[in-house]
């Protein structure tokens, strides 16, 4: 399936009829951040709302966690350090993502930061943090860190952590351990009753197993998630592209889709059939059939770690970039693609519908950098990302199927912004509001910390 380019200027006329975007307000939380990194495209959760409040984490210029809380009725905000995490191994690895999770049920604040392939991270709030929250923000409110599981050997070379907060499923909990290319994502779930996590065995929801020929017969690979989500129905979505060293992203390659209805244990592919059981040792694998729901060959230069979300009737939406045609570069291969062939990277958009079928449309803008991505209240898909010091937003239009595209780019007086997380899905159903936190150029060459709002329903004035 194609799709319909329609390139807008602010000036120009909606063919949405004032369905886009309109900045509400900027909420500044701190002009001096830590200046290196202070998000990452694959965080899930980075910024979560509860109750009257929205929380969200970041380092600040000491390289120590802060806590930040923001009032949703009048926009105060507060903070408070946590001086028992620092950034302490590699301050300046961007990979080292800080997370949160919300368990409504027993009121706590779940956090986890600071890893690239190191000793996993996790603390809590203290019991009732969210359900009864204090007047200030103090230290005490945060339990000494510890294991996520007491004594498991399967927490010491943790990556890319992400909580799954979907009231009124349990918080699930994901990550990898292992490295690029040789490691296993290994699922928790979250028992508010007894405080604990529990893992299905000691299998890790992808096996490392398998021999792929189109990569020198590869016989070792890792998947790399999109966002992983739980819709209210309590299914599990998850997609993926695998990769098969950690030397160059151009092996990665195809879409993948499975899903799970009890919560992480048994996993079906996309027609339906199941192909893996974790508490039985049978884990998601290369050879596992109608799980590859797009081809999308080596050499594609296909992006991992991108975004999904999921429409009013639960099925997912990813939005990616790679080649429209595979393109190896001359001379050594390297880690990225060279510029030549970087330039023709671009935006692809793939859906699933409620039949099974997965749709297509793209390449639709050059895109060289990881987006946040919603589905509005109106059914129209929502891409964003900062570039150029504004906020860029590429809309795929609900009514006319995804395949008609209407692009702006939004200034934010008196911001230049570097780079934007992925949204607050609770603010995005609750309130019809994208809410996410942003990274902008200070005074001083200083970065700051911000949460930006913006109306979803409402193109700023032309």
């Not at 006329?13 to 998000?39: C, E, H, T, Y």
């Not at 510890?146 to 918080?171: C, D, G």
């Not at 993926?240 to 209805?261: I, K, M, Q």
């Amino acid at each position: 399936m194609g799709s319909r380019i329609t390139l807008l200027s602010l000036s120009a006329a909606s063919a949405l009829a004032g369905q886009p975007l309109r900045l509400a307000r900027v909420v500044n939380v701190d002009d001096d951040a830590w200046r290196p990194f202070n998000m990452a495209s694959f965080d899930q959760d980075k910024v979560r709302t509860s109750g009257d409040f929205q929380y969200t984490v970041y380092w600040d210029a000491d390289k120590t966690l802060v806590v930040v809380r923001r009032d949703l009725r009048d926009h105060s905000v507060q903070t408070v350090s946590l001086p028992e995490r620092t950034l302490t191994i590699n301050p300046k690895d961007g990979h080292r993502n800080t997370v949160i999770g919300v368990s409504s049920e027993d009121g706590r604040l779940h956090l986890s930061w600071d890893h690239h392939c190191n000793p996993l991270r996790y603390g809590t709030s203290r019991p009732g943090f969210l359900t009864d929250p204090p007047d200030v923000l103090t230290a005490a409110d945060f339990e000494p860190p510890r294991p996520l599981i007491a004594n498991s050997k399967l927490e010491s070379a943790a990556t890319y952590p992400r909580f799954l907060s979907n009231p009124p499923a349990p918080l699930h909990f994901i990550y990898r351990q292992g490295s690029s290319g040789n490691g296993d994502n290994y699922v928790q779930r979250y028992d508010a009753g007894t405080h604990t996590w529990s893992r299905f065995g000691k299998t890790g929801l992808f096996s490392r197993r398998g021999v792929y020929p189109l990569w020198k017969n590869s016989k070792s690979r890792c998947a790399y998630l999109n966002d992983t989500l739980l819709d209210p129905t309590g299914r599990l979505h998850v997609t993926w592209c695998y990769r098969e060293t950690g030397a160059t992203w151009a092996s990665n390659h195809d879409l993948h889709y499975a899903f799970s209805d009890d919560g992480g244990a048994v996993w079906h592919n996309n027609a339906g059939e199941r192909i893996a059981d974790l508490p039985n040792g049978d884990a998601i694998e290369l050879a596992d059939p109608g799980i590859v729901v797009r081809e999308i060959p080596v050499f594609s230069w296909l992006m991992n770690q991108t975004a999904m979300t999921l429409d009013a009737t639960n099925q997912p939406h990813v939005v990616t970039y790679h080649l429209a045609t595979p393109e190896r570069p001359k001379g050594k291969l390297k880690h990225g693609p060279p510029p030549e062939i970087g330039r023709k990277l671009s935006l692809f958009h793939y859906w699933r519908t409620p039949d099974g079928a997965w749709h297509s449309s793209g390449p639709v803008t050059p895109l060289t950098t990881r987006p946040g991505l919603l589905v509005d209240r109106q059914g129209n898909l929502v891409v964003y990302y900062a570039k150029r010091g504004r906020l860029q937003v590429h809309i795929a239009v609900g009514a006319d199927g995804w395949e008609q595209w209407e692009h702006a780019e939004i200034s934010i007086p008196g911001t230049t912004l570097l780079r934007a997380s992925k949204p607050d899905l609770g603010r995005v159903a609750r309130d019809g509001v994208l809410s996410f936190a942003g990274i902008t150029n200070g005074k001083d060459g200083r970065r700051g910390y911000v949460l930006l709002d913006f109306e979803l329903g409402a193109m700023a004035d032309r």
